[in-house]
């Protein structure tokens, strides 16, 4: 399973935790949550789509952190 996939998967479940809430508050948060992993999954597939289409490797940067210096 690949990052899109599984943030899919995170989207889905907090889209079932809204249906089972019972609280307009939680259902509302439950479901922007679902967005965002939504709008995460998109994103993911469009680099990858990106990196495929320039015919490089996907690779993961690691960030350099201000503390680290």
Request: hydrophobic letters at 40%; aromatic letters at 8%; a positive charge.
């Amino acid at each position: 399973m690949n990052a899109s996939e599984r943030f899919l998967r995170f989207a889905a479940e907090c889209e079932a935790m809204a249906k089972f809430s019972h609280s307009p508050e939680n259902k509302t948060v439950w479901r922007q949550l679902a967005e965002r992993w939504l709008c995460i999954a998109d994103l993911v597939e469009h680099q990858n789509t990106l990196a495929d289409s320039v015919g490089r490797p996907k690779q993961h940067r690691k960030r350099l952190h201000s503390w680290a210096h």
